[in-house]
């Protein structure tokens, strides 16, 4: 079950890492730059732990697609970035590949 709360924060640290580089400015604020580097180096850590137990297929497939979704709603919501249907009907798509994946592939349940 640990392996899911590490999946779960390394995909937030992730998400709070892409939506900072905005801030950033090239690099060139140091706090969003500091959030930056903490946010994707928590997330690799994790990602390496996670893969002792799950493929890095499944592994990769969650965290990408749950990241976009994250990603796209912290643009919608905190940064004002509109959304046309196709984009929300794209991200819906991805979120519902991931309940795939999770519900009903067997290779998350045989590691």
């Given at each position: 079950?640990?392996?899911?709360?590490?999946?779960?924060?390394?995909?937030?640290?992730?998400?709070?890492?892409?939506?900072?580089?905005?801030?950033?400015?090239?690099?060139?604020?140091?706090?969003?730059?500091?959030?930056?580097?903490?946010?994707?180096?928590?997330?690799?850590?994790?990602?390496?732990?996670?893969?002792?137990?799950?493929?890095?297929?499944?592994?990769?497939?969650?965290?990408?697609?749950?990241?976009?979704?994250?990603?796209?709603?912290?643009g919608w919501f905190?940064?004002?970035?509109?959304?046309?249907?196709?984009?929300?009907?794209g991200i819906g798509?991805?979120?519902?590949?991931?309940?795939?994946?999770?519900?009903?592939?067997?290779?998350?349940?045989?590691?």
């Amino acid at each position: 079950m640990k392996v899911w709360l590490y999946l779960a924060i390394a995909i937030v640290a992730e998400v709070i890492a892409t939506s900072s580089l905005k801030y950033s400015e090239g690099f060139s604020k140091p706090l969003p730059t500091l959030a930056v580097a903490a946010g994707y180096a928590t997330s690799f850590f994790l990602l390496s732990l996670i893969l002792k137990t799950l493929p890095v297929s499944i592994t990769y497939a969650i965290w990408s697609g749950a990241g976009v979704a994250l990603v796209t709603l912290v643009g919608w919501f905190w940064l004002g970035q509109k959304l046309d249907l196709g984009a929300l009907i794209g991200i819906g798509l991805i979120v519902l590949g991931v309940v795939v994946i999770n519900l009903f592939s067997n290779t998350v349940s045989n590691h």
